[in-house]
């Protein structure tokens, strides 16, 4: 019986040029976020389960982890999400460490959910985080640094949606305007975080269930699709206009438009699944109009790190998961094709000298990247070779050219060839990579 | 209940000290595989457990794999070394890929063990491959790469020794010299591998216990102790040195004293403990007192990519792993301490103008990497959190500063200031950055 060549369903094999175009991707944003200070961390893929039950939404744990018991008997979970790992190392040197912490790491998550386009099982996530901060200053800086990243890759205002919206405005709302309890704030937000997905009469009918005859009767259903429908902040009730929260979106909006930010609104829609958050929220949204959804989130969550029996830290952190970048950039034409790095392809004559190996270690030992083809081929099908490699040139090291010092180098692309040596053709070659490189950009 | 802070048992975090070292060690490990024209790839961590039990040794399906049953009823494995995965995906594009591949990754893998230095229940593993190439030229590169890797940390030949031998040799030994059966070859070569391990009486017992009393009297025993203490392949019996596999060790060996790496010896006692080894392999270990031990090893393995149900394609690769080259490095004072690249911190008068957003994001698209303090602290709390950071530089961005278009940026390690605009920072800091690089070299 033969073994199965595919990868674990709603997995990915990386092959080379996968890899290089998943590289891009990680080191535009690693100099996108050092820029901002950011430092990198990594934790163990393998958690213990109980850090996932304290915190994430249940239908994680239950249906969606990849968890087991070890071969000593201890209850662990691949990690599906990196901020209770973050929030454990926070809190075990919650002591020793400089504030504000700006950490990042790009992890491999996974779980079990059924693959689709950008819902992968194992898919890898930038996480940003801010620890020590409890003004706006740090959702502002993560937001700023989201729009940042997107711009980089090369992305217009046209291409995304920055939402904003505050879970301590929508308690307040909940509590203050609507007089809710808690049950039915807990069945309202789950069903404006389906807004967008339903129905206005759906929606209506949703909110028609959730009121009490006497809440109904005091003409509260009416007033809720008023605020629930509010496209600006300026359209919401004058009472609130005086909580924190409210100041705290306004500040933030305000912000963003002096920095050039136009394409960042409120809209009171935007919930997040975590039951974690505390304070400001933010998604952005893919404006095209075949992926007209959220591509990433983050948020104030200040309860976690306190979790580990420990003083809490006010923490701000982000999520953005590779397959949705990757789906967003293709969409609107932004994905590049990096090319191997490969320099030279060295091609040896069938009767190869064995001083081919010195000839060669002396042109990496002066920065060039370059292959030996140990084929004993004919001269035309190493070239061949040479081609497929994406190499753009090939360089002949035969015992007549070690032996004169001067080495043959061919252009690939327009088969021009000079007689250089090793010194003119490391030369050479760093010039072309320059060109190259510039081409590309 | 509190959850606990330390990472999983055999694990590691990583806190961005650790994280940059690592960085240090994996980018070099890149530049320098890429000068020999490796790619880099890499596979899901989950794959069949059926893919281990194919070809591992059964001490590492059977007590060490971290397998379990996922939520479809598939039985899964995290990856305990990577061979299988890259055999998988060379097999599932047997026919599109370009040869010889050369292809690297550094993945990380799980075993279950008892944690000790140097072994890890999570480590990552440089795994470098080249496939198609049936002449003992791969095994050369392999080597050659090796030993650049090694040098390129800042090691010399005093402080590791490249040990080589090949499974044809032993497989011609066994059964043409001493005329073991199969059983007996394997126990053999068990002992063989446990040889440096034992003493020498105990390596005499473990001979007499192998070979069968007709044998001994054929005077075996001695002729076994005999070439299997030979210290070099000249003094082996001369019927063996027209076999292939002789030939090839000689090559190998004087091609690697033209490149003048003379910290190269046959050992007859190098077994390697996975059973696909098919021809020479290598072991490299370290020539510290205290760690005298193998650090990593490899060689070729023709018959893997079969297993898939294609043709058979020659291999040549080996595996490195980083807990054991940290020991190393560390023991022979070569591990640097790479500095947080943050270029400067961002310090804010306790009256923050809004304006800070503007200077700092065009200092950041300048190059910069640049971190503010929100803390309102007082300016000299504001420095200390700077050294912690380990910033060599301060900004002062201040109301007056933002207005006057002039900001203070002070050194931090000598405390002189200077009055500059944002330009003029940004050359100073890439000018300083420059010197910091220099300096750490």
Chains 1, 2 share one sequence.
């Not at 394409?263 to 974690?276: E, L, P, T, V």
């Not at 006010?314 to 590049?336: E, I, K």
């Amino acid at each position: 019986m033969n073994l199965p060549t595919q990868p674990y369903k709603g997995a990915r094999d990386f092959y080379p040029e996968d890899k290089r175009l998943q590289d891009y991707l990680f080191q535009t944003i690693r100099r996108v976020v050092a820029s901002y200070g950011y430092e990198e961390y990594n934790a163990p893929i393998l958690e213990p389960l109980e850090l996932y039950k304290a915190k994430s939404g249940n239908e994680i744990v239950n249906e969606q982890t990849y968890s087991f018991t070890d071969r000593g008997g201890r209850e662990v979970a691949i990690r599906p999400e990196m901020t209770p790992s973050v929030s454990r190392m926070v809190a075990a040197k919650r002591q020793q460490l400089a504030y504000p912490i700006r950490w990042f790491s790009i992890p491999n998550l996974w779980r079990y959910e059924r693959p689709q386009r950008g819902r992968l099982r194992e898919h890898w996530q930038l996480n940003v985080d801010m620890f020590g901060v409890t003004s706006v200053d740090a959702e502002l800086e993560l937001i700023i640094l989201t729009d940042r990243l997107y711009k980089t890759f090369g992305a217009d205002e046209s291409m995304y949606q920055i939402k904003i919206n505050h879970r301590q405005l929508i308690d307040y709302i909940f509590k203050e305007i609507f007089y809710l309890n808690e049950t039915q704030a807990h069945s309202l937000a789950k069903l404006i975080d389906k807004k967008a997905k339903i129905s206005q009469n759906d929606f209506i009918d949703g909110i028609d269930e959730i009121f009490t005859a006497d809440q109904k009767k005091a003409g509260l259903t009416e007033k809720a699709l008023g605020i629930l429908n509010c496209r600006s902040l300026s359209d919401l009730p004058e009472q609130i206009k005086n909580i924190e929260s409210f100041q705290q979106l306004c500040q933030v909006l305000s912000r963003c438009r002096e920095l050039s930010i136009a394409n960042i609104n409120f809209d009171i829609s935007i919930m997040r699944g975590f039951d974690y958050y505390s304070g400001l929220v933010f998604e952005v949204y893919d404006s095209h109009p075949d992926n007209n959804r959220s591509m990433m989130g983050g948020g104030r969550y200040d309860g976690l790190v306190g979790l580990f029996g420990v003083e809490p830290v006010p923490t701000v952190g982000f999520g953005l998961g590779d397959a949705t970048l990757t789906n967003f950039l293709q969409l609107h034409n932004l994905l590049p094709q990096p090319k191997n790095p490969l320099d030279v392809y060295v091609l040896l004559p069938e009767t190869a000298d064995r001083k081919v190996y010195q000839v060669v270690e002396q042109l990496r030992s002066l920065g060039i990247n370059a292959a030996i083809d140990f084929s004993g081929r004919k001269l035309k099908d190493q070239i061949k070779a040479a081609l497929k490699h994406q190499a753009n040139y090939a360089l002949i090291v035969g015992p007549k050219e070690i032996a004169n010092k001067r080495y043959t180098l061919r252009d690939l692309n327009n088969q021009s060839e000079s007689e250089l040596t090793i010194k003119e053709v490391s030369e050479a070659l760093v010039a072309a990579r320059q060109v190259n490189t510039k081409k590309a950009k």
